[in-house]
């Protein structure tokens, strides 16, 4: 679940140097894997990699239902994929074909057979959560060093807000996770369908609205390395990636990452094959290449996202498997929480909210 | 025969080109959203003849346009973008006729160059040149960093991410389309009648106002059409340099699209913008005609 608008544009494409007619056409998140994979796949396999990366899952959603994409593996995430499965959008998974399932994570499946039933369609590739980014120095230094971190009452909370405003606070430009987090903190269900219940999230966002800078998914990666913004609600391996980045830069900002101690929501993007995907076959041989412990490990090392391989966790550097922020203690699994997809009319309710929230009419 | 034929030819091309895809969207308009792809409904299936097709018929409603007037939020953001594109529009002009009249006014050997370098940014990509004006308005951006260093300012200006931005983008984006046609009828003025006015006794000023400027009005409604039309619908633009306050049609048709996945809707809104900008046109054609008829 990244957004990079700037990449939006941004088209990979690798030929293959073997000369084949066979070509598997993928879609995914970008800055989302080891690019050393794609040139693997097709030396092992000999078949034409065609690598294609979108920024958001509604671009990816309108692809899917306006049919006849061309591709043949994508990666939803797991709200958007229960619909875009109802929609008859992807076929059925041919597990005689994908060997290297055997090293899917258990916790991982049982979570998100509640988008797939019977995990029938997809494997999950990468998990993550959506929590609290913070430049630890900028926030101690305006609200102390007790400072709640690790808790939504530091977006929430108008006093801490009306503090931190000068030293800049983004917010994900994604109602489907800023209203669940807003529902969370005020002690609702998170996971509400019921339109009253998300209409108090209102409350919640316009008390803090003058002190939010922004509303918006990707900028905050740029923002919190380089010192210009101080608190992001953020994806968990967006924030790490800006945490690296300061300290590549060296730049004197330390960079946290936090699930919130309230809770904070967990997704999934999942893999899965097109009804209309012009090529099963290599698909399914994509499909098993990712699932091999050694690539998703790769992967994981690469991105700093947690995956849903169980069998990769051996292979995974300290860095990764180590850090709570990706592999969370039991604790802070049995803390989080999951969504599931609006139906149309919810939908509405809440994108007129956000339009609400962010431009006040 | 002949005649018949060169007028034929771009009749077929409007309809294969502009009405087939608008009856497509304004069947889309009066359909109602449903979860299948595509994701609306009904579908029309021409396989059961007659009967199917007043099924079809009788499926479609209004349901969305009536839904449209009950927000506020709609009539709010075509406002907004008729206001954001009516101001842009007398800003380009007041920008660009001067260029294209100073354009005519150079020296003969010169006009070429001055010409190539009006359409000289299309060389580059429109999405990148947009860009650019981020690193240009930005917090840190150029245009902050001269105006501190030249003292003219202490606090950096915030331009990015406001209104201001939204109308620099449009100004630059759309001053060729403006300049071009503008340049193109004073190219054709008859210097002759502007010496007649003078010998008449016309000051310069006034021989520009009543001879200038009225021989350039072609050029310059044409001009303000190609500015006004584009920047209504404007949608790269507001989103890139606008904030969240900046409310266009453009970026509701997007959210309807793609955050609510109501391609009906967002094909009703679709269809309005297009109402709003065709009555203008007709309008103006039909006074355009008069004209011609009083003068012949």
């Known amino acids: 679940?990244?957004?990079?608008?700037?990449?939006?544009?941004?088209?990979?494409?690798?030929?293959?140097?073997?000369?084949?007619?066979?070509?598997?056409?993928?879609?995914?998140?970008?800055?989302?894997?080891?690019?050393?994979?794609?040139?693997?796949?097709?030396?092992?396999?000999?078949?034409?990699?065609?690598?294609?990366?979108?920024?958001?899952?509604?671009?990816?959603?309108?692809?899917?239902?306006?049919?006849?994409?061309?591709?043949?593996?994508?990666?939803?995430?797991?709200?958007?994929?229960?619909?875009?499965?109802?929609?008859?959008?992807?076929?059925?998974?041919?597990?005689?074909?994908?060997?290297?399932?055997?090293?899917?994570?258990?916790?991982?499946?049982?979570?998100?057979?509640?988008?797939?039933?019977?995990?029938?369609?997809?494997?999950?590739?990468?998990?993550?959560?959506?929590?609290?980014?913070?430049?630890?120095?900028?926030?101690?230094e305006l609200l102390g060093d007790d400072a709640p971190i690790n808790s939504l009452a530091l977006v929430f909370d108008p006093a801490n807000m009306e503090k931190l405003a000068e030293c800049g606070v983004h917010l994900l430009d994604a109602p489907a996770e800023m209203i669940p987090a807003a529902l969370q903190y005020i002690g609702e269900d998170p996971n509400s369908h019921d339109p009253d219940v998300i209409a108090k999230a209102e409350a919640v966002f316009m008390a803090v609205r003058p002190y939010i800078q922004k509303f918006n998914s990707s900028e905050y990666i740029n923002g919190l390395a380089n010192g210009e913004i101080c608190v992001a609600v953020g994806w968990s391996g967006d924030v790490l990636q800006a945490r690296d980045r300061a300290a590549e830069a060296d730049n004197g900002v330390e960079i946290a990452y936090n699930a919130a101690k309230e809770g904070s929501q967990m997704w999934f993007d999942q893999m899965a094959i097109p009804v209309d995907a012009p090529n099963v076959d290599g698909a399914h041989k994509f499909l098993n290449f990712i699932l091999d412990a050694q690539n998703m490990a790769d992967a994981s090392n690469y991105v700093y996202y947690a995956n849903g391989n169980k069998a990769s966790q051996a292979l995974l550097v300290e860095d990764v498997i180590g850090d709570p922020a990706i592999y969370?203690?039991?604790?802070?699994?049995?803390?989080?929480?999951?969504?599931?997809?609006?139906?149309?009319?919810?939908?509405?309710?809440?994108?007129?909210?956000?339009?609400?929230?962010?431009?006040?009419? | 025969m002949k005649r018949f034929t060169l007028i034929f030819i771009p009749y077929i091309w409007l309809a294969a080109l502009f009405l087939v895809p608008f009856l497509i969207v304004v069947k889309i308009s009066l359909s109602d959203t449903a979860l299948a792809i595509p994701p609306y409904k009904p579908a029309l299936d021409l396989a059961q003849g007659w009967a199917g097709l007043m099924a079809f018929l009788g499926d479609l409603d209004f349901e969305n346009f009536t839904f449209l007037a009950e927000d506020d939020l709609y009539w709010k953001a075509y406002l907004s973008s008729l206001k954001i594109a009516t101001i842009s529009t007398i800003l380009t002009l007041l920008i660009g006729y001067p260029i294209a009249y100073s354009m005519t006014r150079a020296a003969e050997e010169w006009r070429p160059t001055l010409l190539m370098l009006i359409i000289l940014p299309f060389w580059t990509s429109f999405l990148i040149r947009v860009y650019s004006w981020m690193g240009i308005l930005g917090q840190e951006g150029l245009l902050n960093q001269l105006l501190l260093w030249l003292h003219v300012i202490s606090e950096p200006l915030k331009i990015m991410n406001t209104p201001t931005a939204v109308y620099i983008g449009i100004v630059y984006t759309y001053l060729p389309f403006l300049v071009l046609p503008i340049y193109a009828a004073l190219d054709k003025l008859d210097d002759n009648l502007l010496e007649a006015a003078e010998d008449l006794g016309c000051s310069r000023f006034k021989a520009f106002w009543l001879v200038t400027i009225p021989l350039s009005m072609n050029g310059i409604v044409a001009g303000c059409f190609l500015v006004f039309i584009p920047a209504l619908g404007e949608f790269v633009i507001p989103s890139l340099l606008g904030g969240s306050q900046t409310l266009m049609i453009g970026k509701v048709l997007w959210e309807e699209f793609f955050s609510n996945r109501d391609w009906p809707v967002a094909s009703a809104v679709a269809v309005i913008l297009l109402l709003i900008l065709i009555i203008p046109i007709i309008l103006f054609q039909r006074n355009q005609q008069k004209q011609r008829e009083s003068e012949g």
Not at chain 1, 62 to 81: C, H, I, Q, R
Not at chain 1, 107 to 132: C, E, F, H
Not at chain 1, 339 to 352: A, E, L
């Open chain 1, 1 to 140: 679940m990244k957004n990079h608008l700037m990449s939006a544009t941004a088209v990979l494409a690798l030929v293959a140097s073997v000369a084949s007619a066979e070509e598997v056409r993928v879609y995914n998140w970008s800055d989302y894997i080891d690019e050393n994979l794609l040139t693997k796949f097709q030396e092992e396999t000999g078949i034409e990699l065609i690598y294609d990366v979108f920024d958001s899952n509604e671009v990816l959603e309108t692809k899917m239902l306006a049919g006849g994409s061309g591709y043949d593996v994508v990666v939803p995430t797991g709200t958007f994929l229960q619909r875009q499965i109802s929609a008859g959008a992807f076929q059925k998974l041919d597990f005689d074909k994908l060997p290297n399932a055997g090293n899917l994570w258990d916790m991982v499946k049982d979570r998100t057979a509640q988008y797939d039933p019977g995990n029938a369609y997809s494997i999950n590739y990468m998990w993550g959560t959506t929590g609290l980014g913070v430049n630890v120095g900028k926030v101690k």
């Open chain 1, 328 to 361: 969370p203690d039991d604790d802070t699994l049995n803390n989080l929480f999951t969504t599931t997809p609006y139906d149309i009319k919810v939908q509405r309710v809440v994108t007129r909210l956000w339009t609400k929230i962010k431009s006040g009419i």
